[in-house]
């Protein structure tokens, strides 16, 4: 890598699947020894530098894995060849791994501190700079020591399981402090560990609308530590109805109102309070602590877009296909699980057909909105050529706006988003519990159907193009 100008902390982040792989590699249960390679993708940002697992590698005891002249075991020279030749390939990072006994802390030993000294100059030539080193696991800690081009040797602080089972992995266990008595009725809950999570979690809401103001909402009061709201719309009079925390003086009903002249619609349209702001401001009377960025632009915007990826969640709130492939792609390259809520109300021949909220969470490396065909073409196009036309004309006659809607149904469709996610990271939700369950509700009929979603293997979101690759792939934004 050219230059580095993240002087922050390492951190490694994998899926709940591959985790799965991996432990059961290191910990099958005979208290011996065992060794794996990760290949991994980067993404850097100011919050750090993270390893984003591409591949678990387990390496076969007594083939790849040996009794080592040094050490106790090593990996072959075969196995680390064809594993680093790989990586320079595809431009990944190389990691090293194998376990220790004990359970709670782990650190490497002096053999293998030599082990890396001797080896991992040459690996780091051959990976044309690309960041090499290795991790140690006991059964509930992990400890890593990286090495990148600038001559530098990173530890690692911790690895985290993005989505179920949340897990985070340090080299030693840390007792979370108590936390603020302001939340002691959600920390009986979720305990101060999971407090401390919400606290030091940076979440994203895209589209900040009925269901997306709801979701900022909940975050806030919960404790969330940091928060990105990102929409470029203003308040509109028929939003009042939906949009908690908008006050009537924010969507300048009279200078709206059907009556009035055009001009006159227009800047009420222009004065009225952007939707970003509704947002923060009521975030911030919830909570003093938390952190707010708002952005009155379209999340389709590279520039905004990139915000995303060091998030440690999505929430997206927006109907539009072009956020929807955005969001679901950021999820797979970057590990950062995501939930696309919506609320549809289906008119046919003026009658009320069908009514529905749906709640979609997805992990990364599982099915996709793009597998599970919920990203039509045709709308991509739709929306990308439309898009100079609606811009003109949002304020007076969007057809969004005149979508029916109401907050109650919003209500249902955010809290179970929010609360999906909460049980999750709170380590609550039962393992039997698939990473991923899609939900509709249907109070027409009282029913809710869940499905898992489909994956198709070669999915260019999900699948290996992208999955896992970090800042090594351009985002699906407008450049
Ligand atoms: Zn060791
Ligand atoms: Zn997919």
Redesign the pocket.
């Known amino acids: 890598m050219a230059e580095r100008t993240v002087s922050g902390t390492w951190s490694v982040v994998i899926t709940g699947e591959q985790w799965a792989l991996l432990h059961g590699h290191l910990f099958p249960g005979d208290g011996d020894?065992h060794g794996a390679i990760l290949r991994c993708g980067i993404a850097e940002s100011s919050r750090g530098a993270r390893l984003l697992v591409h591949d678990v590698v387990p390496a076969v005891d007594g083939i790849d894995y040996i009794e080592g002249q040094r050490?106790?075991r090593k990996l072959t020279a075969e196995f680390v060849a064809e594993n680093i030749g790989m990586c320079a390939e595809q431009g990944l990072a190389y990691l090293a791994v194998?376990?220790?006994g004990g359970q709670d802390r782990v650190g490497?030993?002096r053999?293998?501190m030599a082990s890396h000294e001797r080896g991992y100059p040459a690996l780091l030539d051959i990976n044309a700079g690309v960041p090499v080193g290795a991790l140690?696991f006991a059964e509930n800690a992990v400890a890593g020591d990286i090495w990148t081009s600038d001559g530098e040797r990173h530890t690692v602080i911790d690895l985290r399981v993005a989505g179920r089972p949340h897990l985070t992995l340090t080299p030693e266990l840390i007792i979370a402090p108590m936390s603020d008595p302001t939340y002691d009725r959600q920390a009986r809950i979720f305990g101060d560990r999971g407090q401390t999570i919400l606290g030091g979690s940076k979440v994203a809401v895209v589209g900040l609308g009925g269901i997306g103001s709801l979701i900022g909402e909940y975050l806030a009061r919960l404790g969330v530590g940091e928060l990105v709201f990102i929409d470029p719309d203003r308040i509109d009079p028929t939003n009042l109805p939906r949009v908690v925390g908008a006050r009537r003086f924010d969507a300048w009903s009279p200078l709206q109102s059907d009556t009035r002249p055009r001009w006159m619609q227009r800047l009420g349209a222009r004065l009225a309070t952007p939707k970003v702001k509704i947002a923060a401001r009521a975030a911030r009377q919830a909570s003093k602590t938390v952190r707010i960025t708002q952005v009155r632009r379209s999340v389709v915007d590279s520039d905004v877009a990139m915000l995303l990826t060091d998030c440690d969640h999505i929430f997206l709130a927006a109907d539009s296909a072009l956020a929807r492939r955005l969001v679901n792609s950021v999820t797979h390259q970057y590990l950062i699980p995501n939930t696309q809520v919506g609320s549809k109300v289906t008119v046919i021949d003026d009658t009320i057909a069908d009514i529905f909220s749906v709640v979609r969470m997805s992990s990364p490396g599982s099915g996709c909105l793009q597998c599970n065909e919920l990203i039509p073409a045709w709308r991509l196009t739709e929306e990308a050529t439309s898009e100079v036309q609606r811009h003109r004309q949002r304020y007076v006659d969007d057809e969004n706006i005149h979508a029916p809607s109401v907050i109650t149904l919003n209500a249902v469709a955010a809290s179970r988003a929010v609360d999906d996610w909460l049980m999750a990271i709170g380590g609550l939700t039962d393992s039997a519990v698939s990473a991923d369950h899609w939900v509709a509700y249907h109070p027409l009929t009282d029913e809710v159907i869940e499905h898992e979603p489909a994956k198709s293997p070669d999915c260019r979101h999900c699948g290996p193009f992208r999955f896992a690759m970090g800042d090594k792939r351009s985002l699906l934004a407008r450049p």
């Open positions: 020894e050490g106790y194998h376990n220790h490497f030993s053999t293998d140690v």
